[in-house]
């Protein structure tokens, strides 16, 4: 399975962006999908989750609200829209995936497979 993200990019605070990560490799629909982000210096954090289905979707508190998961089987893609951006959510961001049917969604291993990132950076 190989994981592509794209759309990161500089913007002011108060702006938006969404990231998108192209899947291919196996079939898509079958994963859970998670994005993730990695300031300088911070580790890994959990941003958002989407179930395979889609019904169900899981966000840090940090971005509730402001941020939204999605997924587009016909496109392989999955999506994450980024809204009210500040300053704090400057970041790589990291898509992911796994085929686990259990779990909580929120930690990094729990995934097995990783795109490349997108930076995303939000100025003041």
């Known amino acids: 399975v190989q994981l592509q993200a794209s759309g990161g990019g500089l913007v002011q605070a108060g702006g938006s962006l969404r990231l998108s990560c192209a899947v291919s490799?196996?079939?898509?629909?079958?994963?859970?999908m998670g994005w993730f982000r990695q300031a300088p210096g911070k580790e890994r954090e959990f941003v958002a989750a989407?179930?395979?289905?889609?019904?169900?979707?899981y966000y840090a508190d940090s971005v509730k609200g402001r941020f939204s998961i999605s997924k587009d089987d016909a496109k392989n893609t999955l999506y994450l829209q980024m809204n009210s951006l500040k300053p704090e959510d400057t970041a790589f961001y990291y898509c992911?995936?796994?085929?686990?049917?259990?779990?909580?969604?929120?930690?990094?291993?729990?995934?097995?497979?990783w795109g490349q990132g997108t930076q995303v950076t939000v100025s003041s």
């Open positions: 989407i179930s395979w289905s889609g019904g169900l979707t």
């Open positions: 992911a995936a796994t085929l686990a049917t259990s779990g909580t969604y929120r930690r990094h291993y729990e995934y097995d497979y």
């Open positions: 490799g196996r079939p898509f629909a079958n994963y859970n």
